[in-house]
């Protein structure tokens, strides 16, 4: 009797559970939630099981401004290092203080595409008079060459996309900006097959091609940004001239920009190379 009253007691004290099923890896248990889909519907039709799609969550995240940016590849150029185009800046408008003291009215990063369609790194530098052209060592910081033109001396702004003689076997896609600041007809045929000449009376820019690394670089290296600045400083220039310049006046055409290559060789091996810019080699030993 005693053992039967222990057993009814057992019994009572598990009615309160409920069977649990095992479960293997990989079994799909649908939750409360599921259940209820599943049950509503038409009440005079038979339950069939559903399927039911989930969506894996997804983070989203996005590199400024360009989510394909590597940033290991930009890091191999020196204007990207920290501090250095904070230097190149700060040399210059110390330069331009001792000497001319003339108003800045800006700083830009620009590729310049010389005569021969050679890419060089250039800094930009945009003051009340002058358009100054800077080649910048960006590993030892210092200014290589610095090229002065007056503003009043531009006549015509060229924006398009450039082209090519139809036998150039070095061809580049893209657009860029050409400013004219000399007569065509006083550039002589030495000078244009000349790949070193610096009495070409023109310059041919593009933008650089670390121009997506970061806000700052975009900024600075935008070809739209130099040029809505270019241009009215070039126009106050020549109302405030008075030398033979004055009131030429200044041309902005949009039209193809011809670069006169034909072989290309020698552009083929630098660009490709990046040979115009401040680029870590890595190591060279034995």
Not at 26 to 39: A, R
């Amino acid at each position: 009797m005693a053992c039967e009253v222990e057993e009814m007691s057992m019994i009572r004290s598990f009615e309160g559970f409920q069977p649990v099923s095992l479960k293997q890896e990989g079994d799909y248990q649908p939750s409360e939630t599921d259940q209820l889909s599943t049950e509503e519907g038409d009440p005079g039709m038979d339950p069939e099981p559903r399927q039911i799609s989930r969506q894996p969550s997804v983070t989203e995240s996005t590199l400024y401004p360009n989510p394909y940016h590597r940033p290991f590849v930009s890091r191999k150029y020196f204007a990207t290092r920290p501090g250095a185009i904070e230097t190149a800046i700060e040399d210059l408008k110390g330069h331009i203080a001792k000497t001319s003291g003339e108003t800045i009215q800006g700083f830009w990063l620009l590729t310049e595409i010389d005569h021969w369609n050679n890419e060089k790194e250039r800094i930009l530098l945009v003051t009340d008079k002058t358009l100054l052209i800077c080649k910048y060592d960006f590993i030892m910081l210092s200014c290589v060459q610095l090229q002065r033109i007056p503003l009043s001396s531009v006549y015509r702004i060229c924006l398009g996309e450039f082209v090519f003689p139809g036998m150039s076997l070095d061809k580049r896609q893209g657009e860029g900006l050409r400013i004219y600041w000399g007569s065509l007809e006083e550039h002589s045929l030495f000078s244009r097959w000349n790949p070193w000449s610096t009495e070409v009376p023109y310059a041919t820019f593009t933008e650089h091609p670390m121009k997506y690394t970061s806000e700052k670089f975009l900024e600075i290296c935008k070809l739209s940004g130099f040029t809505s600045k270019l241009v009215p400083a070039i126009q106050n220039a020549h109302k405030n001239s008075t030398g033979s310049g004055r009131g030429r006046g200044l041309m902005v055409l949009t039209e193809p920009i011809l670069i006169e290559t034909y072989m290309g060789l020698m552009s083929f091996i630098g660009n490709r190379n990046k040979l115009g810019y401040s680029l870590a080699r890595g190591s060279i030993g034995f």
